[in-house]
């Protein structure tokens, strides 16, 4: 079973950066398509991106193209969200999660292991 940690949230002004880790317990982590999804509160959990295992293709909702980055570090068994020019809208709950296969991305049900959540509040 894949552990998966966050860390890297926190308070930060609008326009300004925070790069999230979620480092994993699973010395297979480069067999696992990694992403990305965040809950604000009332709302339902958003996919905001995804990582293929050898860190070359990348998918992202359209809210955060051009602003966020995911990418891999296989040797360290970690994945990170670089997120730039952040808004108050992007405040949520960000959590990582493992899967296999690059079908159905944005469902959050196909991924079958999941981090504890790291809260990133943007303020305006």
């Known amino acids: 079973q894949v552990q998966l940690v966050e860390s890297g949230g926190g308070l930060v002004q609008a326009g300004g950066s925070l790069r999230l880790s979620c480092a994993a317990s699973?010395?297979?982590?480069?067999?696992?398509?990694m992403g990305w999804f965040r809950q604000a509160p009332g709302k339902e959990r958003e996919f905001v991106a995804a990582i293929e295992n050898g860190g070359i293709m990348t998918h992202y909702t359209d809210s955060v193209k051009g602003r966020f980055t995911i990418f891999r570090d296989n040797a360290k068994n970690t994945v990170y969200l670089q997120m730039n020019n952040l808004k108050p809208e992007d405040t949520a709950v960000y959590s990582c999660?493992?899967?296999?296969?690059?079908?159905?991305?944005?469902?959050?049900?196909?991924?079958?292991?999941w981090g504890q959540g790291t809260q990133v509040t943007v303020s305006s």
């Open positions: 999660a493992a899967r296999t296969g690059w079908a159905a991305l944005r469902e959050f049900r196909t991924y079958a292991y």
């Open positions: 699973e010395r297979t982590f480069s067999s696992y398509i």
